[in-house]
């Protein structure tokens, strides 16, 4: 597709669930990018994969939460035993390579723990 | 512990009038400072960018001014149109060359 994809765009699941989000990232981008964005704040980085290996997750929450990309393209982000404080919309990204200018983001999937 | 401040929740502005985003930062590290605009239901989009190297990037209507010794920068939309009214995030990249850190956005409304 011509931009990043992520689905599904809305998700509401019952605390204690396990959700995945998908991320479709634009073709040709070695670099992704997990962003959270809660209500009344700006995103925040949660990790960053450059090819199929997670080069930085240093800013996922806890053990909860878990990405993988294993053919270097679409990511999915899991995130286990869901808990209210999780409900935010998450953003995924993606760049040529990492530093390479400006990342494109997706419209994101708001997550809604009930 | 913000690094990347902006101060202003909101700001509306008159059709044609000049809109001022202002974002400062505490991070010494930062050394590249990308605005994104937002509207709703759709992700974060690239607007403008510039590099610690400079204090002035141009492009179009839109302008953005670094100040290194106040850590501070701005945005400049001139003239305002409607079609601009969303929410502006400022972010920076330091250190890593990955890793974007936002401010919390300015929601700039641009009245008819």
């Known amino acids: 597709g011509a931009g990043v994809s992520q689905t599904p765009s809305n998700k509401v699941t019952e605390k204690g669930k396990y959700v995945e989000l998908r991320c479709d990232p634009i073709?040709?981008?070695?670099?992704l990018y997990w962003y959270r964005q809660s209500l009344g704040q700006g995103p925040e980085f949660l990790i960053y994969f450059q090819g199929t290996g997670a080069a930085d997750d240093s800013g996922l929450p806890n053990d909860r939460f878990f990405a993988v990309r294993p053919e270097g393209s679409v990511s999915t982000l899991k995130i286990q035993r869901t808990e209210r404080g999780d409900s935010a919309v998450y953003l995924c990204?993606?760049?040529?390579?990492?530093?390479?200018?400006?990342?494109?983001f997706g419209q994101g999937t708001r997550l809604t723990v009930v | 512990d913000q690094q990347v401040k902006q101060n202003s929740p909101s700001l509306s502005v008159q059709e044609g009038r000049i809109s001022i985003l202002n974002c400062d930062y505490t991070n010494s590290m930062f050394d590249y400072f990308l605005w994104y605009k937002k509207y709703p239901a759709e992700g974060p989009t690239f607007l403008i960018s510039i590099s610690s190297i400079k204090d002035k990037n141009e492009d179009g209507r839109f302008t953005v001014f670094l100040n290194k010794s106040a850590k501070h920068l701005s945005l400049h939309i001139v003239p305002s149109q409607p079609g601009d009214s969303a929410v502006y995030f400022c972010a920076a990249l330091g250190g890593s060359n990955y890793k974007l850190t936002f401010g919390k956005g300015t929601l700039l409304t641009v009245n008819p």
């Open positions: 073709s040709g981008h070695t670099a």
């Open positions: 990204a993606s760049s040529l390579m990492a530093g390479a200018g400006e990342a494109f």
